[in-house]
């Protein structure tokens, strides 16, 4: 099981990826909106912003936010890093319930890139 730490550590690797992306990936990831990142087996919550192309976490919470953010994953430790590190696709982990993404519906479209 993925810890704390090793969760953190791969948002960051996420942000990064999304900085130096391009085209359509960049596009989509220039959002600004509320972002949160449930991590079931874990029971925390990082809490941020999707802002000017990355992943600004402001703060990890017990259990699930407080406040319902714009774009919302949860998924399991392990999910989170095997799918940064390339080991589990997104698409696939979305498709089968491995990960659940809520968003707006406008939002759902931009984000779809980065499927």
Not at 40 to 60: A, M
Not at 87 to 105: D, H, I, K
């Amino acid at each position: 099981m993925a810890t704390m730490a090793e969760c953190r550590s791969a948002l960051d690797r996420l942000s990064d990826n999304l900085m130096t992306a391009g085209g359509d990936v960049r596009s989509a990831a220039a959002l600004d909106r509320s972002l949160s990142c449930h991590i079931k087996d874990l029971g925390i919550t990082f809490t941020g912003r999707l802002s000017e192309g990355r992943i600004q976490v402001l703060d990890t919470v017990q259990g699930p936010p407080a406040d319902k953010a714009e774009i919302r994953l949860a998924m399991t430790g392990d999910d989170l890093v095997a799918m940064v590190n390339g080991e589990l696709n997104f698409a696939r982990a979305w498709g089968s319930g491995r990960v659940r993404l809520e968003a707006g519906f406008r939002d759902l479209l931009r984000l779809k890139a980065l499927l």
